[in-house]
C-alpha cells in the first residue's frame, strides 16, 4: 500500500487527476462509476484478484484505458507472456518491475499519458 500511496501522491502533485484502489473489485468500482480512466496502473499481486484478469475486466468496460503492470516476480514483457498465458490477451501495454525509481516510473507514467493525449489531438483531426 505503501507504494499505492506514494505514487498517487508524487502524482497528483504533477497535476494529474487520481483514483486509488487497493483491491480488483474497488477498482472495478471505480472504473464502473467513471470509465473514462486515460490510464491504470496495475499490480499483478493485489489481494482479491489476478492483475491480468482485472485488465481484462477493465477492458469491458473503458476499452479505451491504457495500461502499465507492476511486478515483482517478472522482469521483462517476453517474461510475462511466457509465465502468464492470459498476458497475450490483454494488448499493448508497459510493464515495470519492482524495486522501481520513482523517478522513472513518473516518466513512464507521463509519456504514456502524453501518447494518449497525441492520439486524441489525432482523433479530433479525421
Known amino acids: 500500500?505503501?507504494?499505492?500511496f506514494s505514487l498517487a501522491e508524487m502524482l497528483k502533485s504533477g497535476s494529474v487527476e487520481v483514483t486509488?484502489?487497493?483491491?480488483?473489485?474497488?477498482a472495478l468500482e471505480a472504473?464502473?462509476?467513471?470509465?473514462?480512466?486515460?490510464?491504470c496502473l496495475i499490480d499483478l499481486g493485489l489481494p482479491d484478484m489476478n492483475g491480468i484478469q482485472l485488465i481484462k475486466e477493465i477492458k469491458k468496460i473503458a476499452p479505451a484505458?491504457?495500461?502499465?503492470?507492476?511486478?515483482?516476480?517478472?522482469y521483462s514483457?517476453?517474461?510475462?507472456?511466457?509465465?502468464?498465458?492470459?498476458?497475450?490477451?490483454?494488448?499493448?501495454?508497459?510493464?515495470?518491475t519492482k524495486p522501481f525509481n520513482f523517478d522513472?516510473?513518473?516518466?513512464?507514467?507521463?509519456?504514456?499519458?502524453?501518447?494518449?493525449?497525441?492520439?486524441?489531438s489525432a482523433d479530433q483531426l479525421l
Open 1 to 4: 500500500m505503501l507504494i499505492l
Open 20 to 26: 486509488t484502489a487497493g483491491t480488483g473489485r474497488k
Open 31 to 39: 472504473v464502473a462509476a467513471f470509465p473514462a480512466y486515460n490510464l
Open 65 to 74: 484505458s491504457r495500461f502499465i503492470i507492476m511486478t515483482g516476480k517478472y
Open 77 to 96: 514483457e517476453q517474461d510475462l507472456a511466457e509465465n502468464l498465458t492470459d498476458a497475450a490477451d490483454i494488448g499493448p501495454c508497459r510493464l515495470i
Open 104 to 120: 522513472e516510473v513518473m516518466e513512464i507514467i507521463f509519456q504514456v499519458l502524453e501518447e494518449d493525449q497525441e492520439e486524441d
